[in-house]
């Protein structure tokens, strides 16, 4: 008999207000420019968010455990799985294997122009989920919502599962479950964990003309900011733990005033990460680069008009709009 039936329903809580905190609400809270986020969104609405309800038993049949797994965290909706397949169907008339990766990105960001800035998507009440919310994005989802699309798009699959695997490789720590403890809540241990996993390289550690010194901590001594860690405070010691982690670690950098001269170094849809100097963050804010008419711009979810555009005007001249922002690391999919 046919009868599978999984329906789970979340319900995003309220987070802090604005858009503050980590990607565990991801977003640490800067409230000018283009806001402070480490990974992915903080304070939301309430706002119902169902999961898409598996009809067929039979097409499950031959999962692996890891795609059942996979399968039972998801969480999204049928409006969200539409928009995917509406994307797929572009992709497939719009010759992608002639693209380069970095061609692919903005060619896919580029859909996305007009969705509004929400942060706080990920944030659900009860166990962590894997969040697929693509009718409203914050820069980090924005970012890996793209990525996830150009890698699934590459695979000889090329649906939604295949999709929703890329993002969970792209979310969270490689050989972890679904958790929040296992989100990647900085943006530099979320670099790191790319160039581990092959899928990116930072181009500037050898010729950035300065040396980032990270002191990460705004998580552990800002736990009241986090309802996770408000309501489980043993796991603060875990992201002590993280923290000093991803502290050891130095990045090089180009400062703000140095842009316009290493322009030449960045191509199409290299990463774009922000250096904040706000104390225990690392990063503020990211981006794909595009170049148009010759100058860098980027391609990204921006507070400025609260949605996906490309920046007005060039990034040396844009990047002096962004309060607390001394420099970029750039980086590129491989």
């Known amino acids: 008999m046919r009868y599978l039936c999984l329906i789970l329903v979340a319900v995003l809580v309220l987070a802090c207000s604005g858009k503050s905190i980590t990607r565990a609400e991801s977003v640490h809270k800067t409230k000018n420019g283009d806001t402070v986020e480490t990974d992915g969104g903080a304070s939301v609405s309430k706002k119902g968010i169902v999961e898409m309800v598996q009809e067929n038993h039979e097409d499950m049949v ?69 969040v697929i919310n693509l009718r409203e994005l914050d820069c980090v989802t924005f970012v890996e919502y793209v990525m996830a699309m150009a890698l699934s798009f590459e695979d000889t699959a090329g649906d939604f599962r295949s999709f929703t695997r890329q993002l969970k490789n792209l979310r969270y720590r490689a050989n972890e479950r679904v958790s929040y403890e296992a989100r990647l809540h900085y943006f530099s241990e979320w670099i790191l964990d790319k160039e581990a996993k ?45 923290e000093g982690s991803i502290s050891a670690h130095e990045f090089r950098y180009f400062t703000s005033d140095t842009i ?10 290299d990463l774009i990460a922000f250096v904040t100097s706000t104390p225990g963050l ?53």
């Open 198 to 242: 092959g899928i990116l390289s930072t181009t500037n550690q050898t010729i950035g003309n300065a040396t980032m010194k990270t002191k990460v901590d705004f998580m552990s001594t800002h736990a009241n900011l986090y309802p996770v860690l408000q309501n489980n405070p043993s796991l603060i010691a875990r992201f002590k733990e993280i």
């Open 282 to 334: 690392d990063f503020s804010h990211c981006a794909f680069a595009a170049k148009r008419n010759g100058r860098l711009y980027v391609l990204h979810a921006s507070t400025r008009e609260n949605k996906v555009e490309y920046s007005p005007v060039p990034l040396s001249e844009y990047i002096g709009q962004m309060r607390g922002v001394t420099g970029i690391v750039t980086a590129r999919f491989r």
């Open 62 to 130: 031959d999962l692996s455990p890891g795609e059942l797994y996979l399968d039972r965290v998801v969480l999204t909706t049928a409006k969200d799985s539409s928009l995917f397949e509406e994307l797929r169907a572009k992709a497939l008339v719009e010759a992608f294997e002639n693209m380069s990766l970095g061609e692919k990105l903005l060619a896919i960001g580029e859909h996305f122009m007009g969705v509004p800035y929400v942060s706080g998507t990920l944030e659900t009440e009860g166990e962590e989920r894997l």
């Open 260 to 269: 316009a001269h290493i322009e030449h170094l960045v191509e199409n849809g």
